[in-house]
């Protein structure tokens, strides 16, 4: 999704470009009570990994969601082709899109990778959520993409 038309990225610019309708106020005031909860609704990883972005630091989201997408291969051959992709974006040290991960973990993937099973990248992903839950989550609730999107769904709801 490209910045200009991103529904999120056009409401933070002032444009008339609203949310979706089934985005409901209690979503989004329910992103500000955990990360658990920002993630585990519809549209909150959708609207973080655009502030992410605007941030210029959505790699951790995209291996994470990715990760999720990856542990429910079930073909052998898939998972193997794309734990190599997701080893050379994410987990290569010089990668386009490297992740802060330790030593030891980024070790363990590089053995299992020959025979990835659906946990290869667990570890990870794991740090991975632990730094966007510490560092960027606290800094998006008090983001001017979330205080805006919270004031529309809030003015909206009080029609």
Known sequence: MSRRNCWICKMCRDESKRPPSNLTLEEVLQWAQSF??????????????AYLKMEHSDENIQFWMACETYKKIASRWSRISRA???YKIYI???????????????ETIIRNIQEPTETCFEEAQKIVYMHMERDSYPRFLKSEMYQKLLKTMQSNNSF
């Open 92 to 106: 290569q040290p010089q990668s386009p899109r490297e992740i802060n991960i330790d030593s030891s973990t980024r």
């Open 84 to 86: 190599k992709k997701l």
């Open 36 to 49: 658990e909860n920002l993630m585990a609704t519809k549209y909150g990883p959708v609207v973080y990994a």
